[in-house]
Nanobody, 123 residues
Framework: VQLQASGGGLVQGGGSLRLSCAASGRTFSSYAVGWFRQAPGKEREFVAAISWSGGSTDYGDSVKGRFTISRDHAKNTVHLQMSSLKPEDTAVYYC?????????????????WGQGTLVTVSS
């Protein structure tokens, strides 16, 4: 499966952005998907994950209550709605996918990665 992340950009603190992860392949609906981010000089951080069915989600502590992950099986797309953005949310955001029945929060559990999209939040 190939993943294409989009939707990044520059936004003022307190604002919102929606990231999208579009996938090729008819079997994408059987993949669990996660979002990770990496800020300059920092390690890659788990942001959110969604199960293959979309019925289960999980979030990193730093984004809980502000970000929402969802998926549209008909469009082979997973979205990350980000609200109440803070300057510390500034990072390159990556989507990733893996076959499986659970939620996966560790980057090493994912087999496929998109190219990343830059989110910059100004103060």
């Amino acid at each position: 499966v190939q993943l294409q992340a989009s939707g990044g950009g520059l936004v003022q603190g307190g604002g919102s952005l929606r990231l999208s992860c579009a996938a090729s392949g008819r079997t994408f609906s059987s993949y669990a998907v996660g979002w990770f981010r990496q800020a300059p000089g920092k390690e890659r951080e788990f942001v959110a994950a969604i199960s293959w069915s979309g019925g289960s989600t999980d979030y990193g502590d730093s984004v809980k209550g502000r970000f929402t992950i969802s998926r549209d099986h008909a469009k082979n797309t997973v979205h990350l709605q980000m609200s109440s953005l803070k300057p510390e949310d500034t990072a390159v955001y990556y989507c990733a996918a893996t076959r499986g029945s659970y939620l996966y929060t560790v980057s090493g559990q994912y087999d496929y990665w998109g190219q990343g999209t830059l989110v910059t939040v100004s103060s």
